[in-house]
């Protein structure tokens, strides 16, 4: 019933821009916070960013601080990440998930979408 599908992947300049998309349902959506992940080549999965349900408070990693921003637009059912100055250690599949809760302690993920930054 969950299912969150990742989109706006791609190909991508070193300093260049992409605006990720995560659209979710099977869930009432604007209860949860989300979270976006990444995991590069060979490396663990690390979390990106988060948001609170209402959108009113966020949190990102100190490595994409001031150049990610996480959105979303609970009428639409949909988390964003706006990357400016993208760098090539950005590069990685990215993930959208939604966290586990004290009443239901599963994360669920999304399938991902790569990003790819090179000149």
């Known amino acids: 019933q969950v299912q969150l599908v990742e989109s706006g992947g791609g190909l991508v300049q070193p300093g260049g821009s992409l605006r990720l998309s995560c659209r979710a349902s099977g869930f009432p959506f604007s209860n949860y916070g989300m979270t976006w992940y990444r995991q590069a080549p060979g490396k663990e999965r690390e979390l990106v960013a988060s948001i609170t349900s209402s959108g009113d408070s966020t949190n990102y990693a100190e490595s994409v601080k001031g150049r990610f921003t996480i959105s979303r637009d609970n009428a639409e059912n949909t988390v964003y990440l706006q990357m400016n100055s993208l760098k090539p250690e950005d590069t990685a599949v990215y993930y959208c998930?939604?966290?586990?809760?004290?009443?239901?302690?599963?994360?669920?993920w999304g399938q991902g979408t790569q990003v790819t930054v090179s000149s």
């Open positions: 998930k939604r966290p586990r809760t004290h009443w239901f302690p599963w994360d669920y």
